[in-house]
Nanobody, 121 residues
Framework: VQLQESGPGLVQSSQTLSLTCTVS?????????WSWIRQSPGKGLEWLGA???????YYNPSLKRRASISRDTSKNQFTLQLTPVTPEEAAVYSC???????????????WGQGTQVAVSS
């Protein structure tokens, strides 16, 4: 299974961050959960949300309903939107195959390489 994140490297504060994860080697509609996480400098991994193979979505409550996860089954992709985004949310965002909930390491399992997102104030 391989995952690849894509999206803008720079977003303006208070705007919408949109990231896409393209999955190969597995179907996002067959089984498993597909998650988004991020890591800021000096901080641990923060789980943001997930979408299950049935289409059910799960979010970290701390995001206060600012996040939205959707999927394009024809492209085997799932997308994270976060709005409004703040400068404090500059981080490396990664997608992976993981059950909903806290993530302690990306050394195990299937994760993308991550994409750096900067937020301008």
């Amino acid at each position: 299974v391989q995952l690849q994140e894509s999206g803008p490297g720079l977003v303006q504060s208070s705007q919408t961050l949109s990231l896409t994860c393209t999955v190969s080697g597995a179907s996002i509609t067959t089984d498993y959960y597909w998650s988004w996480i991020r890591q800021s400098p000096g901080k641990g991994l923060e789980w943001l949300g997930a979408i299950g193979y049935t289409g059910s979505v799960y979010y970290n409550p701390s995001l206060k309903r600012r996040a939205s996860i959707s999927r394009d089954t024809s492209k085997n992709q799932f997308t994270l939107q976060l709005t409004p985004v703040t400068p404090e949310e500059a981080a490396v965002y990664s997608c992976g195959r993981a059950t909903p909930g806290p993530v302690t390491t990306t050394a195990r399992g299937h994760w993308g390489q991550g994409t750096q997102v900067a937020v301008s104030s």
